[in-house]
T-cell receptor, first 111, second 114 residues
């Protein structure tokens, strides 16, 4: 399937450190999106990167996309306890007519 | 903007009962997505509407599941009869455009079928 796969499945770091999460996918895409989900809540959109873009920033977030490797990374700099959540990548494949989510990375920021 | 509103927030029912989940889209959005989230399978797309028309229902598990969009701002997902394996969190999400646009999710309905 087109489903993206996040790596690692879980990540625990100290507050202030940077957190990097990776996403790999299988077929060509139109765009890739990252979402955050706090426990017991719905997903919240973080950033969208199109297939012709290589890097995008939003505040403390930096997303890269390497279409040749079919992979993306999400970097959160200077992490805070409030960043504790699950992070999902979602891909919009050519002709698929659907946004498919990966299994997510569970990020824990320790104070 | 109130965001996507789902009800009920929690639903506990017995096997065999009918369950109806409700979703109100954000005003001006024309696409509606129903997702199901479980630990084992993650987030699965069940069905996708655009301008009230079902575009892709290939993710609907069985005939026991049905979804409707009676108007541009409201949708229901019905399970009849419900089974314990239907226990999950059901999310609806809306967007301004089609599949490639960012999604706005509701808070979800936690369904438990006993």
């Amino acid at each position: 399937s087109q489903q993206g796969e996040e790596d690692p499945q879980a990540l625990s770091i100290q507050e202030g450190e940077n957190a990097t999460m990776n996403c790999s996918y299988k077929t060509s895409i139109n765009n890739l999106q990252w979402y955050r989900q706090n426990s017991g809540r719905g997903l919240v959109h973080l950033i969208l990167i199109r297939s012709n873009e290589r890097e995008k920033h939003s505040g403390r977030l930096r997303v890269t996309l390497d279409t040749s490797k079919k992979s993306s990374s999400l970097l959160i700099t200077a992490s805070r306890a409030a960043d504790t959540a699950s992070y999902f990548c979602a891909t919009d494949a050519w002709g698929a007519q659907k946004l498919v989510f990966g299994q997510g990375t569970r990020l824990t920021i320790n104070p | 903007d109130a965001g996507v509103i789902q009800s009920p927030r929690h639903e506990v029912t017995e096997m065999g009962q009918e369950v109806t989940l409700r979703c109100k889209l954000i005003s001006g959005h024309n696409s509606l997505f129903w997702y199901r989230q479980t630990m084992m399978r993650g987030l699965e797309l069940l069905i996708y509407f655009n301008n009230n028309v079902p575009i892709d229902d290939s993710g609907m598990p069985e005939d026991r599941f049905s979804a409707k969009m009676p108007n541009a701002s409201f949708s229901t997902l019905k399970i009849q009869p419900s089974e314990p394996r239907d226990s999950a969190v059901y999310f609806c999400a809306s967007s301004r455009g089609t599949v490639g646009e960012k999604l706005f999710f509701g808070s979800g309905t936690q369904l438990s079928v006993l």
